[in-house]
């Protein structure tokens, strides 16, 4: 078969994952990993929960894509405290079947799957949140990972036995220290190797500046000591 060009990786969450590209960014990180071997697409969303992102599911994750990897970080905004008004409160048995259902969408178009647990907060800072709360979401998404048989990261399991609240810029959302130790915590989990992965295109070393179309002949292409997609492979 025909090996396919750029493989796709997917990250879906709320604002923990939209602002997972700035700078230092946990998903920038793993954009950097994956380099000229996988697309990362930003599919993050501020302020939704399992339930908001039920009507996205057919645009994020349409059944003819090709995923090699997505993640699902939601919990950070379902764990609200039901008492504040306008609360964004998922009440936790609707969490865990919102985030099962979605679970088996992304599934249907995607090879590998990491859900991701809320981390911690600090309620001092963001009072509308407490880690009673919290945690029991984060065993809420494990409990939903297990069932439905895919990778899960516990980031608020993780984050609570280190100096966590260094890991949070405003008491919720990542700091640059918080997006590096989530993103150890998800290249920990990784199923694929990323050195196996096929670079598109050969190296710049392989490219014969007098004949650049040959260097990318099956035969050239057979001769690399490294996995490498070209339009021949």
Known sequence: ARMAFRKRIVLFGDSLTEQSFSVGGWGARLADLFGRKADV???GYSGYTTATAQP???HVFPPSDDNL???IFFGANDSAMPREEHSQHVPLAEYQANLCTLIRHVKKSTT???VGAPPP???ERWPSRSNDLVQQY???AEGAATSEGVLFVDAFRTMIQKPWTSFLNDGLHFSPEGCEFLFEQIRQALPVDVNQLPVDFPLWKEMDPANPHGSMAPAAIARLQYPCWSPSA
């Open 69 to 71: 990897l997505a993640t």
């Open 56 to 58: 996205l599911l057919a």
């Open 41 to 43: 697409f930003n599919r």
């Open 112 to 114: 590998h799957l990491i």
């Open 121 to 123: 907060v600090d309620a």
């Open 138 to 140: 984060a065993r809420a």
